[in-house]
């Protein structure tokens, strides 16, 4: 049994429940025959993913549906050995490059020249091109951005990118002037409370317009995680009702318990424990961007004795 997050995924750009505009611009840059490289960016839970797979849908057809999870060793001049999980069809592959820490050059180098060498399986494919996925492009160093840029030129006629990332402001000029920029906006509160609207009423739910919304404004426009929490409410209770608590994960609650300790006392016991909080943080791969902003946010509603 699927999330419903993965179960009502829309396939193609026709099914996208909003920025219609945009969906139709991509579908005309897909069928218009010269595909350039994208850099599709914005905030998490926004879509991004979802139109990039929709975008290899239109390009290759089902085909791109058939995926499968590969390992790969390369590697480095040091004879330091990386492993690599990837995920591929028979017309691309999709890979996170930051994984690999500071030896993420040699994997982007290895991974398109691989790519860009190999011939594809299907050749009633209607484009003699396979593209590669790029994730987290805003995490790779600069010595990796540089070799992709590199790489990028090198391997055009056979391979095209396609880069996503949250923001552009780590990304090198470079690549950005070689990418065409696809900006996705975050949903607005009323996009979402439609989205879970018509996700409950597939799963034969009645949902209440005003959980809809308090949904929506808790998930601070993040699509996944509005339909993430729904699922949990109606896990918890069922029928849904207006003053229904919202669950919130384990580390949201954890990171509020942080803050208000850091807020109440400062000694240097209080400081070893909070580190030691951060780490726990850490090794559970809550990014540590998201830990420090999260608590900025909960220190500031946290009131000192």
Same mark, same amino acid.
């Given at each position: $049994?699927? *999330?419903?997050? /993965? +179960?009502? &995924? %829309?396939?193609? *750009?026709g099914q996208l429940d909003y920025h219609k505009e945009q969906a139709a611009q991509l579908r005309n840059l897909v069928q218009c025959g010269d595909f350039p490289h994208l850099l599709v960016y914005g905030p998490s839970g926004a879509? +991004? +993913?979802? &139109? !990039?797979m929709c975008i290899l849908r239109e390009l290759y057809g089902v085909g791109v549906e058939k995926l499968r999870i590969e390992h790969q060793t390369i590697t480095t001049p040091s004879k330091k050995k990386i492993e690599i999980s990837t995920i591929a069809s028979n017309y691309h592959l999709e890979?996170?490059?930051? /994984? #690999?820490?500071n030896s993420d050059r040699v994997v982007i180098q290895e991974m398109l020249k691989t790519v860009a060498q190999s011939q594809q399986l299907e050749t009633s494919s209607q484009k003699d091109f396979k593209v590669v996925l790029l994730t987290e492009v805003d995490k790779l160093t600069k010595d990796a951005q540089h070799a992709l840029r590199r790489t990028m030129e090198k391997y055009m006629s056979t391979c095209r990118l396609i880069l996503c990332c949250n923001s552009t402001s780590k990304v090198i000029p470079p690549i950005r002037s070689r990418c065409l920029a696809v900006r996705v906006p975050a949903p607005s509160i009323e996009d979402i409370c439609h989205v879970l609207s018509t996700v409950c009423k597939k799963e034969g739910l009645s949902l209440p317009s005003q959980l809809a919304r308090k949904l929506a404004e808790k998930s601070c426009r993040n699509l996944r995680k509005a339909l993430l929490m729904c699922e949990a409410c109606r896990v918890q209770q069922y029928p849904f009702t207006v003053d229904q608590e919202i669950p919130e994960t384990d580390w949201e609650v954890y990171l509020r318990e942080t803050a208000n300790a850091i807020v109440s006392q400062q000694t240097p016991q209080r400081l070893l424990e909070v580190r030691g909080r951060l780490y726990e943080l850490l090794t559970?791969? !809550?990014? %540590? @961007? !998201? !830990? $420090?902003k999260a608590s900025k946010e909960e220190s500031r509603s946290c @009131? #000192?004795?």
């Open positions: $049994m699927s *999330l419903w997050v /993965d +179960k009502y &995924r %829309p396939c193609s *750009l879509g +991004k +993913k979802t &139109r !990039i890979v996170n490059p930051s /994984d #690999a820490g559970h791969c !809550i990014p %540590p @961007e !998201i !830990i $420090m @009131e #000192a004795p």
